[in-house]
């Protein structure tokens, strides 16, 4: 079996086993073809007055991008509206010609854990599931959605999650690591029950607006240091869940941290363990090295990739973390965007090849 | 492994200050004695919440049950088993979280002039890092220019988590000062709490906030990189003191795979975040937060790639190893010499200067 990551559609490469791209993001070409799916109140409420999150700009990113809407130059659809809007373009673009067989939708547009209003929020997450539905997943047979709640507000995310998790098309539950407390904390005990009783993994798109730093030290300046903010934020997003017990509770729970890296893991894994030893006392709950959770309850997306100095150092990284837990993304249509053909700099055995580009995500997701 | 032959230099060991500030009270001026007295502050506890003192990992448990953690602590339990030939001191304690400039400026010259009378005096090995109000950095440009003379401190302290990132300009006369006398700035682990201690928020334990600070420094170096700090003060050398070292390899390969894609953001990098780390930072060797497999430690070390950024240190008196066992099993023996004299004499070039001069008296 091999998998076919050249970039180039013919005839031959197609019969080969294609990829599965675990990080997408669909955008939509106005705000009303999300609005259109709320109720007439939210509608409304859209219109007259919009987005209103915990950051001093109504309607841009707190770091201004080094591209126009974070994306590659030629992601622009030639019949007009932002990177990833047209459906046509970026099956044209991305998923034929990188022999896509599965693509995994994170949608980020508008933000709907962040909304202040709450009940906004909520109708909005609503809305971008419906969306996603009907505008990308019923389009092409090859997107599957992320459920996408609010767990800020537990209730609603719990009813949101059991209203779609019997629906075809969703593979995962998705929310901003950047919530207003630490995952693991007692509030989002009822959400992540809900999620642990739908059996879907939870896939973490590094996002949110809390009202906070994106440091521990304040706020940078550059939008570099925002970018890379996403490893520390998830370091501490997997030590909550392993310190708080949440995994001692829940062991159904699997995550997939999507678009943060995952060359800081082994060190995660060898930090928390000698620091987990000495202190264990205070919890009490995590009864087994925190190693041994991160090993079994957490998956990793590739992009954006590691890139060595030496490229066979990305072969130590991969080996401590374990074959089984990589899962290849493009990050389409970002400017960073991972092209599978290239993105390895090391040669990967076909076995290797096979499982970070569909074995493991199939597995992951029960793909077939 | 016996290190003793070499007569290590160990970069980060603590003075454990008293709790509260009453032993402070003869180092301060008539106007900050009174204002302590009338207020009642000399009560006040010094702790830091970032180590709280009874936990295990602040105080190792045979040396806690040995006694006071005093200067003969400090010589019996952390110099005299390594043969040590100097040992530069960290001292965490509350001035540097004080809302107040003034009294944090008052604090830090009062612990200063202690720290000097009841360690520098009592034990020749000892060196120390000049604690400053990061608060006001024009204060704690005033207190380095002060401290300077005594060259028995040869460094710079502060804490990592501040109201700022530390590459900010705010900052930048700290390290004019610190860069005009040769001193490097040691960054120790530890927060002001002016923010949560984790990019998600508050997390429920005091370990949770210990494991983040590692990861707090990665935040840290990369704005300290970004704001083109080494490029302003190109002599300037920064220790990260207490932050672990095992991330370094994958920190590397972040910041210079982000510098290549955005290096239009920061132009005045000229060179690789990498290549500025070799350069100009330096690391503590405790806590090692060393891998399971010793054969592991050498691929890490292996992947940082230089022999220059690593400071031998045993972090007294937390409690990271047993025993003397300080050297983390795996690390190259071919390393030693670089790691226990070499580095160290190297980044803290007061160290050698004070090898053949009897050190001078505190001002």
């Known amino acids: 079996m091999s998998i076919d990551t050249a970039p180039r559609m013919t005839k031959e490469a197609k019969t080969q086993l294609g990829i599965v791209d675990c990080d997408i993001h669909p955008m939509s070409k106005t705000g009303g073809e999300i609005t259109r799916f709320m109720p007439q109140r939210w509608r409304e409420h859209a219109a007259v007055f919009g987005s209103n999150i915990r950051q001093g700009y109504a309607g841009s990113q707190p770091y201004p991008r080094m591209s126009p809407g974070t994306a590659r130059a030629d992601a622009w659809p030639p019949g007009g509206g932002p990177p990833a809007s047209d459906l046509p373009f970026m099956q044209a673009q991305h998923l034929n010609p990188n022999n896509v067989d599965y693509g995994i939708l994170h949608p980020l547009r508008l933000g709907p854990y962040d909304q202040r209003n709450q009940e906004f929020g909520a109708a909005m997450a609503s809305a971008i599931n419906d969306w996603q539905l009907e505008d990308w997943i019923g389009r092409d047979k090859r997107l599957r959605g992320s459920i996408v709640v609010t767990p800020d507000w537990p209730e609603a995310a719990v009813a949101e999650i059991e209203r779609r998790a019997g629906q075809a098309g969703f593979v995962q539950i998705s929310w901003g690591p950047q919530a207003m407390e630490p995952g693991g904390r007692r509030r989002y005990w009822p959400v992540l029950e809900a999620v642990a009783a739908s059996g879907l993994p939870v896939g973490l798109h590094i996002g949110g607006q809390p009202g906070r730093a994106p440091t521990s030290g304040g706020w940078p300046s550059y939008y570099f240091e925002h970018h890379f903010h996403t490893m520390p934020a998830m370091q501490s997003l997997v030590t909550s869940m392993i310190f708080e017990g949440v995994l001692e509770r829940l062991p159904a729970l699997r995550f997939v941290l999507v678009e943060s890296g995952f060359g800081w893991v082994p060190s995660l894994a060898w930090r928390m363990d000698q620091h987990w030893h000495r202190m264990r006392a205070e919890v009490p709950e995590v009864k087994r090295p925190p190693s041994e959770y991160l090993r079994e309850h957490f998956w990793f997306t590739t992009q954006p990739i590691e890139e060595p100095e030496q490229p066979q150092h990305l072969r130590d990284i991969i080996d401590w973390i374990g074959w089984d837990r990589l899962l290849f993304s493009s990050d389409y249509p970002h400017w960073d965007f991972d092209d599978p053909a290239y993105a390895f700099k090391?040669?990967?055995s076909p076995e290797e090849k096979h499982r970070i580009f569909r074995g493991n995500a199939s597995a992951f997701y029960g793909l077939d | 492994m016996d290190i003793a032959s070499y007569r290590p230099v160990d970069c980060d060991v603590h003075i454990m200050p008293p709790s509260d500030m009453r032993f402070l009270l003869p180092y301060f001026d008539a106007y900050w004695h009174d204002h302590m007295t009338s207020r009642g502050a000399e009560k006040l506890a010094l702790t830091l919440t970032s180590y709280p003192p009874n936990a295990p990992m602040t105080c190792r448990a045979d040396w806690r049950a040995a006694g006071p953690l005093d200067v003969k602590a400090l010589g019996r339990d952390a110099l005299d088993p390594y043969n040590t030939r100097f040992a530069i001191c960290h001292t965490l304690h509350s001035a540097q979280i004080l809302y107040s400039e003034d009294m944090a400026?008052?604090?830090?010259?009062?612990?200063?002039?202690?720290?000097?009378?009841?360690?520098?005096?009592?034990?020749?090995?000892?060196?120390?890092?000049i604690v400053v109000p990061a608060q006001s950095p024009e204060l704690a440009a005033e207190e380095i220019e002060r401290m300077a003379a005594d060259r028995r401190f040869v460094e710079v302290q502060l804490l990592t988590l501040n109201e700022m990132p530390l590459g900010r300009r705010f900052y930048w006369p700290i390290y004019a000062a610190a860069e005009k006398h040769g001193l490097p700035i040691g960054i120790h682990a530890g927060s002001t709490y002016r923010h949560a201690p984790t990019p998600i928020g508050w997390p429920s334990h005091a370990v949770e906030d210990y494991i983040a600070l590692s990861h707090s420094f990665q935040s840290q170096l990369l704005n300290i990189i970004t704001e083109g700090v080494f490029q302003k003060f190109p002599t300037l050398k920064i220790v990260l003191v207490e932050a672990g070292f095992t991330w370094l390899p994958s920190f590397l390969w972040r910041a210079d795979k982000g510098w290549r894609g955005l290096r239009r953001e920061t132009p005045w990098l000229k060179e690789s975040p990498a290549r500025i780390i070799r350069?100009?930072?330096r690391f503590t060797l405790q806590p090692a937060?060393?891998?399971?497999?010793?054969?592991?430690l050498e691929r890490v070390i292996e992947q940082i790639d230089c022999d220059d950024v690593l400071l031998f240190s045993s972090d007294y008196p937390h409690w990271h190893y047993e025993a003397n066992e300080v050297i983390p099993e795996g690390f190259p023996k071919q390393l030693l010499q670089k790691l226990l004299i070499d580095n160290p004499l190297a980044t803290f070039t007061r160290l050698a200067d004070a090898r053949t001069q009897v050190p001078e008296m505190a001002q």
């Open chain 2, 289 to 296: 937060n060393a891998p399971p497999d010793p054969a592991m």
């Open chain 2, 105 to 129: 400026a008052a604090v830090c010259r009062a612990m200063n002039d202690w720290i000097s009378r009841e360690y520098l005096d009592k034990d020749a090995r000892l060196r120390a890092a």
């Open chain 2, 279 to 281: 350069d100009h930072v």
């Open chain 1, 346 to 348: 090391i040669s990967l």
